[in-house]
Each structure stands twice: as C-alpha cells, then as structure tokens.
C-alpha cells in the first residue's frame, strides 16, 4: 500500500474501505487476516460493490477438484503465498482502495491506498483466477501438463494434483513452481504422500515452505493425513451444544457438516429426513422441537461422533492399470433414494482395487410419489453423477455399468416413450444420454 495525503486532490472517485481483522488459531502460516468490506454504503447509500461485477467462473468446482485428486498414485498439495497481493491494481483505480490506519490511538490517523487485489472487493475472485488462466495460455506449448494443471487442479489459490510415480510428481512441482514464480506466485505448505517429493523441497526451500510435522491438513475442507493417504472425518470439530435444540440451531448444525463428495450420505440422509419432518410441523425457527424428534436428533448427534473412525482412501485406482470399469449403483425407498459410483481398476499383475468415488442422496418429495417413480429418480439421479464424472476425471475408462434392483424401471428404460406419462418420459430419456 501507499501512504497518501488526505487533502490530496484527485479526479477519480474515492471509497473508503472498512476493515477489521480476523483470528484463525489453526492456521500454519497467516494467524490474522486483515478482511475489507467493499459491500459498506457509503453517505450516497452505495457501496463499491454494488457498482462492480463479479465476472464469470473461470476455475473448476471444488467437486471437481477433489475428484480429479483421487485418480494419482502419487499426489501433492500447496498454496498461493499471498495470492491476491501479488497483482497490481492499475493507479486509476487505487483510490477506490483507499483505507485509514495508525498504530495506536494516540498517532495521528494516516492514508493509504491500496495498490493490490483486495479481498472483499466483488471481481477479486475473478481477476485473480484470469491472471491464473493468462498464465496457463502463455505457457501451454512449452508446459502443457502443468498449465492443464494450473486450469483444472486448482481451486482459487489451491494446488491438488499428483502423477503416477514419483519422478513425475517432483517434475511438476518443480516446472509448476518456476512457471508461477514467474510471475510473482509462490507455491508454499506442501504436503505430500510421497517421501522422496518432500525430501526434495525441504533440501532446497526454506521450513516455512514444507509442512511435515501435522499428521493431517485441510485440503478444501476435507482432511486428508499424507502418511495413510486417506480422508478423515472429525466428528469432535463440531460444536455440539446441550441446548433445547430449535429448526434454526438443527439447520445450522447440518450445515456445519461438509461432505462435497457425499460420502457421508447414509449418516447425513437421517438429518435430512429430520428437518424434512420439521419442515412438516410449520414449527417456527425458534420454537422447541418435540420431544419424539429431540430423541431422534440426540441419538444422531451422538452417532456422528463416530464418523471419525472413518477412513476413506483418497487413491481409487491401482498404480498402472489396465483396465478401468465404473460401476453405478442407484436404490430408492419410501423416504429416500440416492446413488453410488465405484472405480475397479486392475493393474498387469491382476490385483484389483475397488473404492468409491463419489455419491449423491435426496430425500423423497413431500408430495406422495409411488416407489417405482423414485426407483426412476434415483437412476436419473445416477446418470447425471455419472456424466459429470465421465466429464471431470479425463481416464481411459474400458467399461461402465449402471445397476438397479428396479426391474420396473429397467423395463421403463428400455420402452418406447410414448408408451408412458410426460413424468416417465422426461426421466426415462434423461437417464438414458
């Protein structure tokens, strides 16, 4: 930033930005954070968010990202340093980053402008990920494998990637780091499962750069330990509280718990079906829930706490397979229906892995609907997961299998569809694409 005179004239706008400080206790690097708030009104009742925009998506889903990281042998996590302080705003603009500062309250208040990306501000998330793309279009004929990188492994300024073996894994990490460092960006706490990728780094890169003494880390919510390469759940971080449990303190609840790739989803499904009944009652948000249901939600808060023996291997594949088959499997009852996707892969020596890759559970509608008609929504529900899939993980896939207990819904499948209801037709037609 640069300081600047208050009586300074300018012929551009100027915007004052709020700002506070955050404190985050588990963070490895960045215990506190400065957040700036362009959403405050200002005396003309607009704030400068209201006159910005956000520009399009330019990066992959977090679903996406973590699903792609399931497919390497070998894999590896990092972040951005400083990621949006490291692109210049152009000077035109910088007043509209205008902040006041001291450091106690007996100095005189002091101005500032802010001469990089702010976080806070409506396009920052977009601006930073288009430099992100520019990099990826000057680079890809020399680097192609690390610009695909750049554009599908990472989400804002996290890195998820692998390769099969190790000797490929420490390639990218190298090439990546000196394409981006390049141009200002910084690859900072790896982790990895790999011995060999984390005994080069900590060889030629300063400790603040390599995390190796956590048996776990975070990687876009999720817990991944590198030393077992597996996910973890941890029941214990979340707050449960012995007060008289309300639709608000439930709702608030469910949503703490985070599970992108679903595979939570016959734990979670209970919770859903609970709020569902809530949802029945037309219980205001405050109003204590009834005792049958407080009972259900007691016994599902203490079940969950054993999610945390739960281990999910993050790799689904052998290493070199041969042969790679998805199998899909969708299922239904009278409350819900849902969907699983597995990968088998075998690799030269016929050793076979089989892991899940993904699922995705709805709770049926409030409006009666027959047990075939939600066998049928759960095989739609199957073929979407199932494209989006095929779409995300760019594997060699030798042959797929789509599975249903619904011989009804088999027999609907194959039909003519002008033999059933506009319902049937539209289900039918989309589960067959």
Partial sequence: MRQISRDQVSSTP????????????????TKIRVVFDASAKTTSNISLNDVLMDGPILQNDLFSVLLRFR????????????????????????????????????????????????????PASFLATRCLKQIAIENIHEYPTEC?????????????????????????RENLSNILLKYGFEIR?????????????????DTQYLITDDSSTKTLGVCWIPSLDIFRYKGQDLEFK??????????????????????????????????QNLWLLQLEWDEPIPNDLYTQWLNFKTDLLDIQSLQVPRCVLVAKPRNIQIHAFSDA???????????????????????LLC????????????????????ALLMSRLLSKCLSILDLPINEIYLWTDSTIVLSWIAGQPRMWKLLLVIGCRRSTR
């Fill in 333 to 355: 009852s009278e409350k819900s229906y849902g969907c699983a996707i597995y990968l088998r892969s075998i690799d030269e020596q016929d050793c076979i892995k089989c892991n």
């Fill in 189 to 205: 706490k790896f982790q990895s499962n790999d011995v060999n990728f984390l005994n080069t780094i900590s060889a030629t890169s």
């Fill in 71 to 122: 497919r390497h042998t070998t894999a590896f996590i990092g972040d951005l340093t400083k990621m949006y302080r490291q692109i210049l705003i152009h000077p035109e603009h910088q007043n509209l980053q205008r902040i006041v500062w001291r450091e106690n309250p007996q100095d005189e208040v002091k101005y500032y402008n802010l001469q990089t990306l702010t976080y806070g501000e409506k």
């Fill in 148 to 172: 695909d990188i750049i554009n599908k492994d990472m989400y804002m300024d996290d890195i998820l990637t692998g390769a099969s073996d190790s000797t490929d894994l420490i390639k990218i």
């Fill in 242 to 275: 012995t007060d008289q449990a309300t639709k608000r303190s439930i709702l608030s609840f469910i949503a703490k718990i985070f599970d992108p790739l679903s595979l939570l989803g016959p734990i979670l499904i209970r919770a859903k079906l609970l709020m």
């Fill in 359 to 378: 699922a995705k559970s709805r709770v049926a509608p409030l409006k009666s609907i027959s047990l075939p008609r939600l066998e049928l929504c759960g």
């Fill in 14 to 29: 100027i915007y004052y930005l709020p700002h506070h400080s955050v404190i985050k206790l588990d963070s490895v690097t």
